[in-house]
């Protein structure tokens, strides 16, 4: 069987779990980006890295939207693995959260191909003198997911830490966040295939915490943009906004019409009548 | 390390996973009820088995409160594995529904003790012929569970399908669900350590398809007492609303009311000032 969809490992701690308000941005829904649940694909819809109950908007939406504008005909699938709060040595070889990634990966290799890795973490390393240990716990940890998910030369890709850590309610828990990013750096910088995005300009949640879920968005494009170009992305990207709304403003099929409406019904959202006579109303050939 | 956990393997289709409206119950939350994720024990929250973006209140949450009425000073674990819509075949051993599922519990194992399994499942067995081989599948799916989780003797509790599938949206797909019935109940008489929960009185979602909210909250009890007295549950339980009242009024403790107000303040439905004057109303010495 040839392996249609392109898979992406997305792993680190709740940024990129993600925790955007869903009601802040338009959902992005396209039945070809896909997220495994289970070992199996399904239509991603957010929240996908549902990890807790504040889980929402994550960074690999906008990722896999900028994926598709540039793959037309294919299929992308994301794999959240990420967990809130958890830091590098709670990522470590042989633990919980490493054991669970690895295996959900294999679990998708089984039908697709993995094409990246997406990092997102260092909050809770940034602090007793932990930044200065990043480096090398990150390698080992790196070194040993490519072993053994025979994944040597795909992109590895990590973001930085939002420059609004150190003055929200829990500032001042993040007082090494600076050189976790520089860490970060360093380490795209010094392996092959690893690139580093920055976070500059991106904003936060009331908590000063969590990157807002614009902010996510346009994250999730500079992602991409390191992916395509295999290169770190130092800043805002222009155009950021447009490409949003063109992700977000894609045209549903008629299917992601109706499973839409099924999702709302499904929630007790819509009315058994509501639900069948807007069902009835899409018509048969707009997609 | 003692192993203070009890844990529960959640599995089969949406009924386990639960599709009951978060809206029509109260909440169920416990410091002393957790949940695997991602390999890791979190505070049990609803939905908690996250498998389809309509996921909801489940049978295992009053399952856990019941218990934990029984068990005062104990923790008790569940392992969400449920996947909607999945037929016995997408059990099959060796599928990755099934090996998620061993997967998980293997995680879990690590810091609990594996007491339970609890099952629902057949919907999608309920038609072509399907009922006919639905004991021998099961049969073989659970020898196989049993042997791989190292647990020949845990109670395996199975829940009958609702008597309104017939009659709704979705009926003409459920012509055997009687015939499924049947055989879980077969199953369970005729297999050591097996009992059958009935549907009986029950009611649905306007889907006519999945059980809501306070029916599964009476389906969670009658599931405990299957477990508790080690036998089939062929109706009704004389209190059930009761207990039910008796499960959600519970007083939460001062972390609990501090880590609802976080969820709360972390989905941006409280402003960090409420957050803040609402947390620090909170007396510390009510727990």
């Known amino acids: 069987m040839e392996n249609l969809i392109h898979s992406f490992l997305m792993i680190g ?12 941005v338009k959902p992005i829904y396209d039945e070809q980006i896909r997220m495994l649940v289970n070992g199996r694909w399904q239509t991603m819809s957010e929240p996908m890295n549902f990890d807790r109950p504040t889980s929402g908007v994550s960074l690999a939406a906008s990722f896999a939207g900028t994926w598709r504008l540039n793959n037309e005909n294919q299929q992308i699938g994301l794999i959240p693995c990420a967990d809130g709060g958890s830091s590098l040595d709670d990522w470590a070889v042989g633990g919980v959260l490493y054991e669970n990634a690895v295996f959900q990966t294999k679990l998708a290799q089984r039908t697709s191909s993995l094409t990246g890795i997406l990092w997102h973490q260092g909050e809770n390393d940034s602090f007793a003198c932990r930044s ?3 480096y090398d716990k990150l ?10 998910l025979e994944a040597p030369d795909i992109p590895f890709i990590t973001g930085g830490l939002g420059d609004f850590l150190s003055t929200g309610r ?3 828990y993040f007082t090494e966040y600076k050189s976790v990013n520089r860490e970060l750096l360093r380490f795209a910088n010094t392996n092959p295939n ?15 915490l969590h990157f807002d879920a614009l902010s996510l968005r346009k994250f999730g494009i500079r992602y991409f943009e390191a992916f395509k170009h295999q290169k770190n992305v130092p800043g805002p990207i222009t155009g950021e906004n447009e490409l949003i709304n063109t992700i ?6 008629k299917n992601e019409k109706a499973s839409l409406l099924e999702i709302s019904f499904g929630l007790g959202n819509l009315s058994l009548e509501d639900f069948e006579n807007q069902l009835s109303t899409i018509t048969a050939f707009d997609s």
């Open 139 to 148: 390698a080992v940890i790196i070194a040993a997911l490519r072993q053994e």
């Open 132 to 134: 200065e240990t990043y």
């Open 194 to 208: 690893a690139y580093f995005v920055s976070a500059a300009e991106l904003t936060a949640n009331p908590d000063g």
């Open 13 to 24: 701690q709740s940024n990129m779990a993600g925790r955007g308000f869903i009601r802040d």
């Open 248 to 253: 977000q403003d894609r045209p549903f099929t």
């Open 170 to 172: 829990y500032g001042k």
